[in-house]
């Protein structure tokens, strides 16, 4: 039984494809996630939590300006240029292509701009530190140099080249982490370490963009940046699919991907810098899984467009197997040794975060187990349903955040976080893979006798 049980999982194709190419990036995440746990930490022992929490505020309103008027353009070039692809209709391809990069490098300089308004509100009305302001432009920098970094990567994963995006995104962790070393051993402040990571986005945003342009010709042909942006068909399709996808952005941006913020408005900057320091934790978490959701989204759209719903089943089942192992494993590592590392670690001032870490990992580890769960809805053609989820979830997580928050302090927000996780998170699933069966059905019931 075992052993036929083996022979099925070495036969999968899809399986092997993704995790391959998975493995190329999870060779340079787990590199990465020495370095990156190495970054946070450092940077942890460099500053004092309140300015901690301070550099996390920082970043996340500069990054989520760009999260406003991001259309996620790496979703819709592989759903439909990938489509095209495998079509063999190379001209139709590129034009999605080219179209999502122009918009994509129109928005991020419009975004900047955006920026550059906001910065002194933010600073003093949400981060509530003046000298904040010129740091949010500063680093929103690494918004011009990520120009078409959504685009470019969806062309590298067309293009199977993982090994690209492994390099480059072990490239931005050795320049941050070697920096902020740097620093560290300089007893440098928040500036140095805030320029740092700056440093790591530029090298990124600019290497995926030249890797992108490098490998067009061989995925779309010679000449593709003279394809007319009339061979584009359906853009009202394309235009709904993209708004659908930049409101979803938002509400993640609002309910998802803010907390730092928001713990910073409710409570204090020490507080961000607990929570900071619990999700720097979830990151390294979520790192040996996130490679799949950028390998698995153009097998399970390519599964969904020639209908292999049992080898989709197979390969949704057998990587969320993978998932789960990981996290239980890191989960037991984390009860046993967290407390003692955390004693050690700055004579013990991140301890008070160790419950913080340990009710967001509930949520993350959930996340991880089903992190196919919008892929598999955009794939089907069912984006809106994803984003509705998102924000009546998130509404209800933001009302409770306002009503809470401030009473019972940084572990409630921990609490809603991981709450909206599993409840968002379990609706999608249950309805693509709903969709699956009816689809399934259907297909079984043309197939001729």
């Known amino acids: 039984m075992r052993k036929r049980w083996l022979q099925q999982w070495r036969e ?66 592989i759903k439909y240029a990938g489509q095209y692809l495998a079509e063999e209709k190379k001209s139709r391809a590129a034009a999605i292509i080219k179209a999502a990069g122009l918009s994509e490098a129109m928005t991020s300089l419009v975004a900047y701009g955006l920026l550059i308004l906001t910065a002194q509100l933010a600073a003093v009305y949400i981060i509530k530190d003046p000298r904040a302001a010129p740091w949010i432009v500063l680093y929103g920098l690494a918004l011009l140099a990520n120009l078409v970094t959504e685009t470019a990567t969806a062309v590298l994963q067309l293009g199977n080249h993982f090994r690209t995006l492994a390099v480059l995104n072990l490239s931005q962790n050795l320049l941050t ?103 720097a934790i979830m990151n390294v978490i979520v790192l ?69 870490i340990l009710v967001l990992f509930a949520g993350f580890s959930f996340a991880n187990l089903f992190y196919w769960n919008r892929p598999l809805l955009l794939a089907l053609g069912n984006p809106n ?5 998102t924000f009546a979830v998130g509404l209800i997580k933001t009302v409770l955040m306002f009503l809470l928050v401030r009473q019972y302090g940084v572990m409630m927000q921990a609490v809603l976080m991981s709450g909206y996780f599993i409840t968002s998170i379990g609706l999608n699933v249950i309805k693509g893979l709903r969709q699956v069966d009816l689809l399934q059905k259907t297909s079984e019931q043309v197939q001729p006798a």
């Open 12 to 77: 999968d194709r899809l399986l092997r494809t993704v995790v391959r190419n998975s493995s190329y990036l999870f060779s340079s995440n787990t590199i990465s996630m020495g370095l990156a746990s190495l970054q946070g930490l450092l940077a942890a022992a460099l500053l004092n939590v309140g300015d901690y929490g301070l550099l996390g505020m920082i970043i996340a309103f500069a990054s989520n300006v760009n999260r406003l008027l991001s259309f996620r353009m790496n979703e819709l070039v």
């Open 385 to 389: 349903f994803p984003l509705l989820v």
């Open 288 to 356: 040996p899984i996130s490679p799949f959701i950028q390998t698995t989204f153009p097998e399970i759209n390519r599964a969904v467009a020639l209908r292999i719903w049992d080898r989709l089943r197979s390969l949704l089942r057998r990587t969320s197997l993978i998932a789960a192992v990981w996290s239980g494993l890191a989960g037991v590592g984390m009860l046993i040794f967290g407390p003692y590392l955390l004693t050690l670690f700055k004579d013990g001032a991140y301890l008070p975060a160790f419950p913080v």
């Open 177 to 279: 982490a070697g920096w902020i070393g740097t620093v560290f051993l300089l007893r440098g402040g928040l500036f140095d370490v805030l320029m740092a990571y700056l440093a790591g986005k530029v090298v990124y945003g600019l290497g995926l963009m030249i890797a992108a342009v490098y490998w067009m010709p061989s995925l779309v042909g010679k000449g593709w940046w003279r394809v007319a942006l009339s061979d584009l068909s359906g853009k009202k399709e394309l235009a709904k699919f993209a708004v659908s996808t930049n409101l979803s952005q938002t509400v993640n941006m609002l309910i998802r991907d803010n907390e730092v913020l928001w713990v910073g408005f409710f409570l204090s900057p020490v507080e961000a810098g607990y929570y900071k320091f619990g999700l």
